[in-house]
């Protein structure tokens, strides 16, 4: 069966730097898009990159004004976001997604990873 | 970017009611409209993709419509399992954006 499985996320000081991981099995990882959407506490859902089966087509939010870069290893079936100059503002859970054949909807989402910022 | 309003914020409902929670794109998104369910703790779920097509093993309560750039997500008879947050989506084109979502409550 379809999996994803964050990591990587914790408590990161003002500025600092953090890389989240989603390793995922049960279907072909190659063949899909994967998203990055994380939600603040209490709040909604913010979509933030997108990268291509391939990695050749790669697109963020512009709120993320250039902090964030998504990769992937089609090899290891994983996903990354990797994320710098870290505000409070980021503090939220970090959910990878799979995108769905043929159109950007998300049908496949893991359990999330809680990045806190803080002093 | 596309903004995406949802109506009401806050659904109180019991079991056996008929359910509609309405979202709308400020802009022409087709019918690429997406609607999830989410409960707490949890990662959201796709109940409805393409505006009406439900997703592999979501129960056929849950049905989707649109109207222009209206979209209404139904729940026809509401079951204890359905108390959750329910979430647009547009999928017509970067970013991709979603509502400030729905909760349905007792």
């Known amino acids: 069966q379809v999996q994803l499985v964050e990591s990587g996320g914790g408590l990161v000081k003002p500025g600092g730097s953090l890389r989240l991981s989603c390793a995922t099995s049960?279907?072909?990882?190659?063949?899909?898009?994967m998203s990055w959407i994380r939600q603040a506490p209490g709040k909604g859902l913010e979509w933030l990159a997108y990268i291509s089966g391939g990695s050749t087509y790669i697109k963020y939010s512009d709120s993320l004004k250039g902090r964030f870069t998504i990769s992937r290893d089609n090899a290891k079936y994983s996903v990354y976001l990797q994320m710098n100059s870290l505000t409070a503002e980021d503090t939220s859970v970090y959910y990878c997604a799979r995108g769905r054949f043929g159109a950007n909807y998300f049908d496949f989402w893991g359990q999330g990873a809680l990045v806190t910022v803080s002093s | 970017d596309i903004q995406m309003t949802q109506s009401p914020s806050f659904v109180s409902a019991s079991i056996g009611d008929r359910v509609t929670i309405s979202c709308r794109a400020s802009?022409?998104?087709?019918?690429?409209l997406a609607w999830y369910q989410q409960k707490p703790g949890k990662a959201p779920k796709l109940l409805i993709y393409?505006?009406?097509n439900l997703q592999s093993e979501v129960p056929s309560r849950f049905s989707g419509s649109e109207s222009g750039r209206d979209f209404t997500l139904t729940i026809s008879s509401l079951q204890p399992d359905d108390f959750a947050t329910y979430y647009c989506q547009q999928a017509y084109t970067f970013p991709f954006t979603f509502g400030p979502g729905t909760t349905v409550d007792i």
């Open positions: 049960g279907f072909t990882f190659s063949d899909h898009y």
């Open positions: 393409g505006a009406s």
């Open positions: 802009q022409d998104i087709s019918n690429w």
